[in-house]
């Protein structure tokens, strides 16, 4: 298991623009996936290879998570191994302290660990940095509190820094609020595994429900027991948990990127890794380029996508309540599409790694575009359908945040001057996106 990029990225990413993006690219793996197998082998407690997981930096905080908690970690090509020690550790110098984790920005890994500790035994300190500070739990840690578990806050109300007491969580019965995240109920679920007794989780509502689809789906996979119960009441059932080898599928999230840029440009270029009926929700993403005017097409387990036919790209009306990661993505894209595109039910994209709705509507203002934003929604024309968009240079702030700047390089390839600042945080989930997009437009991209 080796990271992808071999130098380091420059301070600066000037994209070039006026090229198509072509060839064929096979896209990294699901980060949705290898956080929830990491996570179930944390609950399962016994050896596990996982193979071709994501290797990017959220991906590898959950890795030191895992030591942390007792595991051997061994990294090789394309696989890691996961054997925990005899018994759980004792958390903390002599088994007397808490032993703390820490999350950077990883929301997936906090909101899940959160729930996990419960059942773990020790004493358990979790923090990440500032902005992680800043994304609520308070929804999942009632939920849990509501079952017996012991969770302190040692900070703000709702929020990191929290102190867990682990083999807390009891059985029962529990209401969840899960409209902020799909995250609160999938954690909640994943750590209901190892309840001393049957959980039942009522929801009073829920966004991204593919994410929910994707957990089921992992977790029947390690001999999990999860039934639904009507569209808002789930029963977990106490299961042993064991597997000894998983595979991760590629991400649909990241290879909306390398799509949208064949559309966007007129090129074509083909995916590879992806699974067609595959649980994660980001697949829909084809759908809406191809309702825009794109061509997409299948040839065995290889997706090829094709910009340039018709007219161009057409603004569209979506509810991206159930793919919010692909919020930034159709954004950069609206400006060249004739027409609107009106982008709604979004609201928890202002609790993401940043508030991605002013995070886009703030940056493709400063490149020139017309932008409309609203609570829980984007309008945006596509000025720049028939006319030339234009061509000062703009430097792009992606927030600290991995989909602002892929979905701004998406820009640039039409709009010229455009700079990304901070180009590393793609490292989060696409650390070779750089590298990628520099083949599919044939040059590269240095200053």
């Known amino acids: 298991m080796t990271d992808s990029p071999s130098t380091s990225p420059p301070e600066e990413k000037p994209i070039p623009s006026g090229l198509r993006a072509q060839g064929r690219l096979r896209v990294p793996s699901s980060k949705s996936l290898t956080h929830r197998y990491f996570n179930l082998a944390v609950l399962a407690r016994a050896p596990i290879v996982v193979e071709n997981p994501l290797v990017a930096e959220d991906t590898r905080l959950f890795l030191q998570a895992l030591s942390r908690l007792g595991f051997r970690v061994t990294e090789e090509e394309g696989r890691v191994r996961l054997e925990p020690a005899a018994s759980s550790p004792p958390p903390g110098e002599g ?94 679920l994943m750590a209901a595994l190892r309840a001393p007794g049957p959980v039942t989780v009522e929801v009073q509502s829920l966004t991204s429900r593919p994410y929910v689809d994707v957990t089921l789906g992992v977790a029947a996979a390690f001999g999990g027991r999860i039934e639904e119960d009507g569209p808002s009441t ?92 692909q919020v930034p993505t159709l954004a950069a894209l609206a400006p060249f599409a004739r027409g609107t595109t009106h982008i709604f039910n979004v609201a928890h994209l202002r609790i993401k790694e940043s508030d991605r709705l002013d995070a886009m509507a703030g940056e493709l203002r400063k490149a020139g575009a017309t932008v409309e934003e609203g609570p829980d929604w984007l309008r945006i024309p596509g000025i720049w359908a028939d006319g030339p968009p234009p061509t000062d240079p703009v430097r792009i702030d992606p927030r600290g945040d991995h989909r602002i700047a892929m979905s701004l390089a998406l820009v640039g390839l039409r709009r010229a001057g455009i700079v990304i600042t901070a180009p590393e945080v793609v ?9 990628d997009l520099e083949g599919l437009l044939g040059r590269p991209l240095t200053p």
């Open 234 to 325: 789930y029963r977990v059932w106490p299961s042993a948990l064991d597997v000894p080898r998983v595979a991760v599928e590629g991400d649909w999230s990241a290879a909306a990127y390398p799509a949208a840029a064949a559309a966007l440009t007129g090129g074509k270029v083909a995916l590879q890794g992806l699974v067609r009926d595959s649980r994660q929700g980001d697949r829909g993403f084809l759908a809406l380029l191809a309702e825009m005017g794109a061509g997409v097409s299948w040839s065995g387990d290889e997706v090829t996508i094709e910009g340039g036919r018709g007219e161009g790209l057409r603004g569209i009306e979506a509810d991206l309540s159930s793919m919010p990661d």
């Open 427 to 435: 490292g989060k989930s696409y650390p070779g996106f750089w590298r």
């Open 95 to 188: 088994g007397k302290g808490e032993t703390e984790i820490f999350c950077g920005n990883a929301g997936t890994m906090l909101r899940f660990l959160v729930a996990t500790l419960t059942v773990v035994p020790g004493l358990w300190r979790l923090d990440g940095v500032p902005r992680l500070r800043e994304r609520p739990v308070r929804p999942l840690v009632d939920a849990l509190r509501r079952l017996g578990a012991r969770i302190e806050y040692l900070g703000a109300e709702g929020y990191v820094p929290l102190r867990l007491h682990g083999s807390t969580l009891g059985a029962g019965t529990t209401v969840l609020d899960a409209g902020e995240s799909s995250q609160y109920l999938s954690a909640l």
